[in-house]
């Protein structure tokens, strides 16, 4: 099996991965996935397609992540390791589409606007 390069994004945080097979290695911009993302929640986040498909010991996962905050990334990560699984296994879309991991969130900040404190707050008004 050749290597599989997907990418993944969420708000301003871009996951790239190269996903071959190996022992269940996730190698988050050269540190461990332990290191990279201390808390068990975003672990949590990043495995999910992996133990859905219970294929989390049969693949090495290369990451270069980068922008927006933790949980984001987290979720770019999980995209992007969607993506890769559905292009070796086109069967797997059926079990991963309905949990949501195929969906990219639109979601983006919002810019701030000229007169304004922040992008939809207005200033104080009194009319005396």
């Known amino acids: 099996m050749e290597v599989v390069n997907t990418i993944g994004r969420r708000k301003s945080a871009v996951a790239r991965i190269y996903l071959s097979e190996g022992k269940g290695n996730i190698t988050v911009n050269k540190r461990e996935l332990n290191e990279y993302f201390p808390t068990t929640t975003l672990q949590y986040i990043v495995k999910q397609p992996l133990n859905l498909l219970d294929v989390a010991e049969k693949y090495d996962i290369k990451v270069n992540l980068n922008g927006g905050g933790p949980k984001g990334q987290a979720e770019a990560l999980r995209l992007a390791i969607s993506r890769a699984l559905i292009e070796i296994d086109p069967e797997a879309r059926k079990e991963l589409k309905p949990e949501g991991f195929l969906t ?25």
């Open 104 to 128: 990219r969130d639109p979601r983006e900040v919002e810019r701030k606007k000229p007169g304004q404190p922040k992008a939809r707050k207005r200033f104080q008004f009194s009319k005396r």
